[in-house]
């Protein structure tokens, strides 16, 4: 089970982190990624982490703005948001997949989304 959070409104340029909270004893062993969905579009991948948290991967959108990290022994994983801009503005989304890849389908468990609004 996934439990996003930290969602918020912010303004543009600001920064804001959501979290991601799992349950279970394996979480180290799964890949997570951080997707959104805006009003009227289609889920995107925003940024992956390898079970390790030694290998990352960005959307073009996000890179260098955006931070995932990951806590295994917190059984956390952490977006990082800065220099946010108004069209980062979704539902934030993360889940666990043992794949490594930026495709949602691939991906095994999903939390419930967490809403991030970035105004202009």
């Known amino acids: 089970q996934l439990q996003a959070s930290g969602g918020g409104l912010v303004q543009a340029g600001g920064s804001l982190s959501v979290s991601c909270a799992a349950s279970?004893?394996?979480?180290?062993?799964?890949?997570m990624g951080w997707f959104r969905q805006a009003l009227g579009k289609e889920r995107e991948f925003v940024a992956a982490i390898s079970g390790s948290g030694g290998s990352t991967l960005y959307a073009e959108s996000v890179k260098g703005r955006f931070t995932i990290s990951r806590d295994n022994a917190k059984n956390t994983v952490w977006l990082q948001m800065n220099s946010m801009k108004p069209e980062d503005t979704a539902l934030y989304y993360c889940?666990?997949?043992?794949?490594?890849?930026?495709?949602?389908?691939?991906?095994?468990?999903w939390g419930q989304g967490t809403l991030v609004t970035v105004s202009s």
């Open positions: 889940a666990a997949g043992k794949f490594w890849t930026r495709w949602s389908s691939e991906y095994d468990y």
């Open positions: 279970g004893r394996t979480f180290s062993s799964y890949h």
